[in-house]
């Protein structure tokens, strides 16, 4: 059964960073595209970044220049780096395992991870 753990999370001031971790088991990472999404409070899950089987990388405008995807493919975990956090980046941080559509666009699939807190606060 494909299992994913996100982990990293915590609490950060404006300006500080974290790196989170998905864990995957049962599925190659490096074989499937994977993406981090996020949940505030009372918003919408939405799409922060993704990696593609081949490396190449796509960030949501929010967060470039702060958040890097990557890749361990000998441990089998994605990571999502993130710096300059703001107050506006505080959320649950979800990893999924989906699939990009040949206009090169992420799409989720069912496997997620249980999530973690990331919150950003002075």
């Known amino acids: 059964q494909v299992r994913l753990v996100e982990s990293g999370g915590g609490l950060v001031q404006p300006g500080g960073s974290l790196r989170l971790s998905c864990a995957a088991s049962?599925?190659?990472?490096?074989?499937?595209?994977v993406a981090w999404y996020r949940q505030a409070p009372g918003k919408q899950r939405e799409l922060v970044a993704f990696?593609?089987?081949?490396?190449?990388?796509n960030y949501a405008d929010s967060v470039k220049g702060r958040f890097t995807i990557s890749r361990d493919n000998a441990k089998n975990i994605v990571y999502l780096q993130m710096n300059s956090l703001k107050l506006e980046d505080t959320a649950v941080y979800y990893c999924?395992?989906?699939?990009?559509?040949?206009?090169?666009?992420?799409?989720?699939?069912?496997?997620w991870g249980q999530g973690t807190q990331a919150t950003v606060s002075s």
């Open positions: 049962e599925i190659a990472l490096r074989t499937n595209p």
């Open positions: 990696i593609s089987k081949g490396g190449s990388t």
């Open positions: 999924n395992v989906g699939y990009i559509t040949g206009s090169g666009s992420y799409r989720a699939d069912d496997y």
